[in-house]
């Protein structure tokens, strides 16, 4: 696609929709930017664009739909929103960034991860991965960085490897990338999407459009990711459990001919090695040396906000896992502690129950709730038979209370199972939060 003169809408002036008004008007589009908030609520944001061109639409009404070329809204703006519908009434496509990045330069260069949860690590493992092997690379997408810009500054001598969520895959409509990845399918975001089989479809659409030569790479364990129609030829398994492409045996990691011990991946929990074969299979078709592939594995840490270790005091261990979101994210870090582990958590309710999460826990020594679900998951906890359980009224009263009650050899584990739009704007903020108040107790 030739941007060139075309009229475009950006709606949103989030990281993604600031990325996309520089490069689409540097690329020489017309941009529009609507925003549904009052000025006063997101002109601030403006001076980060004082040097690109750009009109702001402030009334509706004043839009010539006839003119318009696409809509590129934000990920998180719902489907519903009353301007997409109106767009969409005046028969305007509506694109994700993704989408229009891959209009404008084709998707051969996409590795593209999507997921329940695993999505952000196996993204970031990619690309350590890649860079340590000589290949440059980009973490794009869902993972907080605007996928336009960052392609216009550095050009197609680059991977790009894309973290992206249902939203961003809702609204795509030719969208391939030459490797795509579904880590893993749980119910989320149902709150958005209206239904689980909505959400799932929208993970599904990752490989929608790929041609017989793309490489799909999908979780063997998965129920919904077993028995799909794919386009592709060149579809590739993982498991913890079976033997395929990719898998764990015993002590052993196996990859096709290849193996090396699964003590070269220094991060915590199962889910951690289902992350880390994906990422191998990911980069197959690149002919990298096997043992390069490894030794890059090796050096990969843990991301900021996902059982990301933050102290220890006093012989008590504390782990931000901020990006837990959602009921099985958090169950995966709580499985990867052994026993005594203070649970913080609660948050924004997406409306999904919490069984899940309680069912079979058996290293809860404490929870600690805040937030709109503390309640809904207190009850959900009770029916487990967990009994050690505490009502707090944020943050900095649940850090606290774990505090004067953990002992050596405890684990305080912060990993909410809800987002963070409560009391939060990410839950980056609200892991940088957890953390600073950790910290505060730290004497060292």
């Known amino acids: 696609m030739n941007i060139k003169e075309k009229k475009v809408i950006v709606f949103g002036l989030g990281v ?6 520089k490069a689409l008007s540097k690329l020489g589009a017309k941009v529009f930017i609507y925003d549904d908030r ?6 601030d944001v403006l001076s980060d664009l004082e040097e690109y061109n750009y009109e702001i639409i402030k009334n509706v009404n004043d839009v010539d739909w006839n003119s318009i070329s696409f809509i590129l809204k934000s990920p998180g703006i719902r489907l519903d929103n009353e301007f997409i519908k109106l767009a969409l009434e005046k028969k305007v496509k509506v694109f994700s960034d993704i989408e229009v990045a891959f209009k404008i330069w084709g998707g051969d260069n996409f590795i593209a991860v999507t997921g329940t949860n695993g999505k952000t690590t196996t993204t970031s493992m990619i690309s350590h991965i890649l860079n340590e092997c000589g290949i440059k690379s980009k973490v794009v997408g869902n993972i907080g960085v605007g996928i336009l810009w960052e392609i216009l500054e550095n050009g197609l001598d680059y991977k790009y490897v894309l973290e992206l969520s249902s939203f961003q895959l809702s609204s795509i409509e030719e969208f391939r990338a030459k490797v795509s990845i579904i880590t893993n399918i749980s119910e989320d ?8 089989e909505n959400y799932r479809d929208a993970k599904y659409s990752i490989f929608r459009n790929s041609l017989e030569d793309d490489i799909v790479i999908l979780n ?12 592709s030829k060149k579809v590739l398994y993982f498991s913890l459990k079976d033997e395929c492409d990719a898998y764990l045996n015993n002590e052993k990691i196996k990859v ?8 070269k991946i220094h991060l915590i929990g199962k889910h951690n090695i289902a992350n880390t074969l994906a ?8 002919k990298l040396e096997f043992n390069d592939v490894v030794n890059a594995i090796s050096t990969f840490k843990a991301i900021e906000h996902r059982i990301e270790f933050v102290s220890e005091i006093d ?6 896992d901020s990006k837990g979101t959602n009921t099985d994210s958090t169950k995966v870090a709580l499985d990867g502690f052994k026993q005594n582990v203070i649970l913080i958590g609660g948050g924004y309710d997406k409306h999904v129950e919490f069984d899940v999460l309680f069912d079979g826990s058996t290293n809860i020594k404490l929870l600690i709730l805040y937030g709109a679900t503390k309640i809904k ?3 959900a906890a009770e029916k487990y038979n967990i009994k050690n359980i505490i009502i707090v009224s944020d943050l900095a009263e649940a850090v606290e209370f774990a505090h004067k009650n953990a002992i050596n050899g405890d684990t305080v584990l912060f990993s909410p199972a809800n987002a963070s739009w409560d009391m939060y704007s990410s839950y980056e903020e609200r892991g940088r939060h957890f953390k600073n108040l950790v910290l505060k107790y730290d004497n060292k």
């Open 16 to 21: 993604t929709g600031k990325s996309s008004i």
């Open 38 to 43: 009052k000025y006063e609520d997101y002109k």
């Open 189 to 196: 975001h149902t709150d958005w999407h209206g239904t689980f």
């Open 220 to 231: 063997k364990d998965d129920k919904y990711l077993q028995n799909l129609n794919i386009n």
């Open 256 to 263: 096709i001919d290849k193996e090396f011990n699964k003590n």
């Open 279 to 286: 990422s191998i299979l990911a980069i197959l078709n690149l």
């Open 315 to 320: 012989g008590v261990c504390y782990y931000n």
């Open 377 to 379: 998951m207190k009850e």
